[in-house]
């Protein structure tokens, strides 16, 4: 295997370790949050402060990545990350569950920018797209971490879950530190005074759709639980089914994405992705029972399986030579849509319903949809293979 074919790989586990850490939480989530006594209204106060501060990161990840290289921001960031995820599925307390959820945000987000720049620099050396795979890696560790973590979460030892997630973090940090340190030598890290920014319309568009796309992943996530769990009290072991299905199908949607993005523009598939994801909120919005609000997380996984890497690579591209910047730029902008969201969902769900914030949701996947055709950076992916 060829070294970059081994740093390649390498990344596919950071991702699939990452995932695996969020799944565990997804799934083990319903339980936690009942247990230490979190409604929905807090619930979307604490989501709101954790999408704050990854917003935060990824921002200033950027230019940690920019100033001192991605190696080293990616692996501390992912021994960090999972130290705070063992002590967030052990949490207890409103206050526990509170500040680890925002200590692991900020984590999370410094470990998500570093781990996706170096996949959009391997995907630039290599010539052909592989951002979407390495996605699926992720979506693969969510759906197995997801169903893990509501099976762990009702069993007699509940804390395995966050041993779980930080051993496996621990060790996809040691084995990439270990494959990149061998590859040749990189250009250096640019001056600290390097820009780094961007705030072109293309990336406050790309920014504003991201927001959106994440942000409905996010309620997937860490809302289905509280759904399921509502509507088959009897099911709750199985609360993480639903993160389960919309990982597994997003997984699926990646890991075959890539050839798609050879054949079309990716502002047309994020298009086409949102229409998807508009209609798997609406049948979660129906409330028609566990099974086909499960079947409705899945599509909502197969909707919004190609958004983020295909935002994410467009938004590389804008910033040539500089994927970081690139990335950092369009999390920043994509606070717009995605920090109000969460504040949206909880107080939506405290005063009507959960299926009704679902609703609402279909409905801004709808408008970011409309706002990319309009308004997204066009072309083709030429510029993955050096055709800028």
Known sequence: MLQRDKVHAAVGGVFFAFGLGVGLWSGASGAILTRAGVDSASLGIILTAYTGVYLVAMTAGGSLAHRFGIRPTLVGAAVLFAAALLGLLNAQSVASVASLLVVSGFLGGLLDVAMNSEGARIERSRGKPILARLHAAASAGVAAGAILGSLIAASAAPGAAG???????????????????????????????????????????????????????????????LLLRAEAPGYAAFAGLGAAFFALCQATLRFNADGVRLMTSDRKIIVASFAVTAAGFAVTAFDAGFAASVAGFALIGLGTGAIVPCGFALAARQTPGRPAVGLSSASLFSALTRLPAPLATGAIAQAFSLPMAFGAIAAAAVAAGVGMALFGPAGGNDSIAGKD
């Open 163 to 225: 041993f779980i997630a930080a051993g496996g973090l621990a060790a996809a940090a040691a084995v990439y530190e270990r494959t990149a340190r061998s590859e040749a030598p990189r250009t250096p890290p640019r001056s600290p005074t390097a820009r780094g920014l961007s705030f072109s319309p293309a990336l406050i568009v790309l920014g504003l759709v991201l927001g959106a796309s994440i942000a409905a992943e996010t309620a997937a996530l860490l809302w289905s639980a």
